[in-house]
């Protein structure tokens, strides 16, 4: 039996796999033999999910999300690479860096930076990724979505998007969750963090019939993040810049600030299973 050719764009490792699959979603001649060579070569390789940690309004606990996905993941041994983009604050990279398997990318509206962002998708393509965002990121990532047209692109490549959106119940905070429903539609999928460590009034969330008919289309998993008690142990593990597993070893945390960690991780591991996010690599109990 002859040996199918490998397509130039393919032999050449140089070229970025997201380019690659871009050229195929736009049908590329250089990229005509994609379906039948790249799937039939690298069909082996896991075609994971990336989670985004979002919520584009400042101060309403994305980092904590994210940091929390991260110790869920390391304490259920599954291989992941976290991402930074925020590049003012950039504190999960700077809690986990040594622990975890790290890369740091920007999202950028600016055509200096328009490849920046691809590392991240490429990512995906090698194994499950979690990613940090800062404030203000939906010009910048709706932009990448739609010039790259990335969500055909992870059609193709059996990739699925996951939007943790985090809220803190306010009316910013909700217009830029309706916002993001609209623009994004069916091609993600989405979990709504209602932060408890922010408020516990989401009473105008629970009204907003334009939102709740938006979340039941597009079928959103709604989830409660736990406040985190004891404000001084929360405030030292920023100051410190230590990890939930820094801060439970830490000989000076004591046995009801461990309980509190402890129970707190507990039960964001019960809504992040129950989310269904997960259910590609962990079973619920």
Not at 69 to 92: G, M, W
Not at 200 to 210: C, I, L, N, R, V
Not at 242 to 265: K, V, W, Y
Request: hydrophobic letters at 40%; charged letters at 25%.
């Amino acid at each position: 039996m002859e040996q199918q050719r490998i397509p130039l764009c393919l032999q050449n490792h140089c070229i970025s796999p997201i380019k690659i699959l871009y050229a195929h979603s736009r049908g590329r001649k250089s990229c005509a033999a994609f379906d039948t060579c790249f799937l039939s070569n690298f069909s082996h390789l896991p075609m994971p999910n990336i989670h985004i940690s979002t919520g584009e309004k400042g101060g309403v606990g994305k980092s904590m999300l994210n940091r929390t996905h991260i110790q869920f993941l390391l304490d259920h041994h599954i291989d992941f690479r976290a991402v930074e983009t925020d590049r003012s604050n950039p504190d999960t990279y700077r809690l986990y860096k040594d622990d975890v398997d790290f890369i740091l990318s920007v999202f950028s509206e600016s055509d200096r930076f328009e490849d920046s962002a691809n590392n991240i998708f490429n990512s995906g393509l090698e194994k499950l990724t979690c990613i940090n965002t800062p404030a203000q990121i939906y010009p910048a990532l709706t932009q990448w979505f739609a010039n790259n047209q990335i969500l055909e692109i992870a059609q193709d490549a059996g990739v699925t998007f996951w939007f943790w959106f985090v809220t803190d119940g306010g009316y910013d905070s909700l217009n830029l969750l309706k916002k993001t429903l609209e623009f994004f539609e069916n091609g993600v999928r989405y979990v709504v963090v209602r932060n408890e460590g922010r408020t516990d009034d989401f009473a105008a969330m629970d009204s907003d019939k334009q939102l709740q008919r938006l979340m039941k289309k597009y079928e959103a998993s709604v989830i409660t993040l736990p406040k985190l008690l004891g404000s001084v142990w929360r405030n030292r593990m920023d100051a410190e810049s230590l990890t939930f597993e820094a801060a439970l070893s830490h000989p000076e945390c004591g046995l009801i600030d461990r309980q509190r960690i402890r129970r707190f991780l507990t039960t964001s591991y019960e809504a992040f299973l129950a989310s269904g996010a997960f259910s590609d690599v962990i079973q619920p109990k």
